[in-house]
Nanobody
């Protein structure tokens, strides 16, 4: 069983920055893909960003140019650097680790963007 623990969420003003961390109980390099999802109140969970074991990244259009996903294999940690935050970024952010058929989720960390 793999444990994923997210941290770094909080309340920030529009235009501010946060860095989310996802600490895994085993090497993140062992997973084909590490992903960040988010779920806003009353909305479906959506994929925000992902990074493969080879380092390839993808982003949802709404965060391109503002968010950056990265991975530190030595620390078994994946990060999501979020800049220029907007109120519409408010959500619970979840970390996901996937290598078929294994699919693991963290408990989530709350991000609130408000003045």
């Amino acid at each position: 069983q793999v444990q994923l623990v997210e941290s770094g969420g909080g309340l920030v003003q529009p235009g501010g920055s946060l860095r989310l961390s996802c600490a895994a109980s085993r090497s993140v390099f062992s997973f084909n893909v590490m992903r960040w999802y988010r779920q806003a109140p009353g909305k479906q969970r959506e994929l925000v960003a992902s990074i493969t074991s080879s380092g390839s990244t993808i982003y949802v259009d709404s965060v391109k140019g503002r968010f950056t996903v990265s991975r530190d294999n030595a620390k078994n940690t994946v990060y999501l650097q979020m800049n220029s935050l907007k109120p519409e970024d408010t959500a619970v952010y979840y970390c996901n680790a996937w290598t078929a058929p294994m699919d693991y989720w963290g408990q989530g960390t709350q991000v609130a963007v408000s003045s």
